[in-house]
C-alpha cells in the first residue's frame, strides 16, 4: 500500500505570491490533516478535512486556506506569501477522523516552502 | 488558552529507561499525543491516550497522564539507539464547534551506547 504523498517535496516562492501544495493520502483514508512545522513556531496544526469538509483548524490567518476532493486528496493553498511562511508542511492522511476513538495517523514526508 | 510545555533535551544509556515529561494547561483537552520525529525519517504518531485514562501501555511505550497536575509523561523502557529523536508532545481540545492540536516544542532524546 503506497504512503501518504506531497508534491511537490521543495520550493521556493518570492513574497507575494501564493502556492498550492498537494497531498494524497493512503487509499481509503477519508481524512487529511495538515501541518505547519518552523525552527521559531514549532509544529502547528492547520486545519483537517474529512469527507471533503473542514471539520477543524488552528489559529492561521485566512491566508492559509484549503481544500479536500471526492478522493480524499488534499490541497493548501497559501496566498500573498510572507517570508514567515518559509516552513515544512506536513500533512498526515487517516482512516477515520482524529479525536475518534481510532487514533493512527500517518505522515508525508512534507514539502519544504521556501520564501525569499 | 492552550499551552504545551516539554524539556528541550535528555541523554540517556542505552538499556535504561527513558522518562520525557510534558505539562499543558488546557484541562478540556480530549486527548493526549506523543509523536517522534527523526532526521530524515519524518513524523510518527508513536501513541495517545484518551483524558480519561491514567495509563497506557504499549509495548515498550508507557504513557502516565496525570490531570489534577496537567502532566503527561512518556517512559521508554529499554532505551535503544533507534529512540533517538525529537519527541513532541501535543493536546487536542474543543474551541467552539473545533478541535485544535497544540503541540509543544520538542524533547531532543540522545541515547548513549
Known amino acids: 500500500k503506497a504512503g501518504v504523498t506531497q508534491t511537490p517535496r521543495y520550493l521556493i516562492k518570492t513574497r507575494g505570491q501564493q502556492v498550492t501544495l498537494s497531498c494524497s493520502p493512503i487509499?481509503?483514508?477519508?481524512?487529511v490533516s495538515w501541518y505547519q512545522q518552523t525552527p521559531g513556531q514549532g509544529l502547528q496544526f492547520l486545519f483537517e478535512?474529512?469527507?471533503?469538509?473542514?471539520?477543524n483548524k488552528g489559529n492561521f490567518p485566512g491566508r492559509f486556506s484549503g481544500r479536500q476532493f471526492s478522493n480524499s486528496r488534499s490541497e493548501m493553498n497559501v496566498s500573498t506569501l510572507e517570508l514567515g511562511d518559509s516552513a515544512l508542511y506536513l500533512c498526515?492522511?487517516?482512516?477515520?477522523?482524529?479525536?475518534?476513538?481510532?487514533?493512527?495517523?500517518?505522515f508525508g514526508p512534507g514539502t519544504r516552502l521556501l520564501v525569499l | 488558552g492552550e499551552d504545551v510545555e516539554q524539556s528541550l533535551f535528555l541523554s540517556v544509556r542505552e538499556g535504561d529507561s527513558s522518562v520525557i515529561n510534558c505539562t499543558y494547561t488546557?484541562?478540556?483537552?480530549?486527548?493526549l499525543y506523543w509523536y517522534k520525529q527523526e532526521p530524515g525519517a519524518g513524523l510518527q504518531l508513536l501513541t495517545y491516550i484518551f483524558s480519561n485514562m491514567d495509563m497506557k501501555q504499549d509495548q515498550r511505550l508507557t504513557v502516565l497522564l496525570n490531570k489534577k497536575d496537567k502532566h503527561l509523561s512518556l517512559r521508554i523502557a529499554d532505551t535503544q539507539t533507534g529512540d533517538s529523536a525529537i519527541y513532541f508532545c501535543a493536546e487536542r481540545v474543543q474551541i467552539g464547534g473545533y478541535q485544535k492540536v497544540t503541540f509543544g516544542i520538542g524533547t531532543k532524546l540522545q541515547v548513549i551506547p
Open positions: 488546557d484541562s478540556s483537552s480530549t486527548y
Open positions: 478535512y474529512f469527507s471533503e469538509t473542514q471539520r
Open positions: 487509499s481509503g483514508h477519508r481524512s
Open positions: 498526515a492522511s487517516s482512516l477515520v477522523p482524529s479525536g475518534g476513538t481510532q487514533e493512527t495517523q500517518y
